[in-house]
């Protein structure tokens, strides 16, 4: 939960104006990173929960759509932000409710790799957390300091 907390905080710390922001054109703006985390990490999600098992099925990347957060891609970024963390509750419970067992079954990964569930939960962390990461990078680029790097200047 601390991730999402604190990429939700970044795109509430963001000023405004700066939204859009991409450092480079091939890159994605700021805003997009926001919405691409939680729809991909809300589609991950609900696919395991779901059940499927193989994600390199041609139609994998259409099907995940259907998970994606009716215009996120538009709303105000106190909005995305409050669903960024409420969509990951919701998530986080879904996936707590499975049993021990159901985590230790093998899914394939869209790459083709053979994961159990909960490497695959712990994948669509890593990829968060690169996200995230992402995010303060352009949130230094605009002057403003992190979450992770204002809580820890606060304890000195």
Not at 5 to 15: I, K, S
Not at 20 to 32: G, I, N, Q, S, Y
Not at 42 to 56: E, F, K, S, W
Request: glycine share 4%; hydrophobic share 40%; with cysteine.
């Amino acid at each position: 939960m601390t991730i999402r907390r604190d990429a939700a905080q970044a795109l509430t710390d963001m000023p405004a104006d700066k939204l859009d922001f991409r450092p480079t054109p091939d890159l994605m703006t700021f805003r997009e990173i926001a919405v691409h985390a939680l729809n991909a990490g809300h589609a991950l999600a609900g696919m395991l929960v779901d059940g499927v098992a193989d994600m390199t099925a041609p139609d994998f990347r259409e099907r995940m759509k259907g998970y994606f957060i009716e215009g996120a891609e538009s709303m105000p970024p106190a909005e995305l932000a409050e669903r960024m963390i409420s969509t990951l509750e919701q998530d986080c419970q879904a996936l707590q409710s499975k049993p021990d067992a159901w985590r230790a079954e093998h899914v394939t990964r869209f790459d083709g790799a053979r994961l159990t569930r909960l490497e695959m939960v712990q994948f669509t962390k890593e990829h968060e957390l690169t996200h995230r990461s992402q995010m303060f990078v352009y949130l230094r680029l605009n002057g403003v300091v992190p979450p992770t790097t204002r809580r820890r200047m606060a304890k000195k």
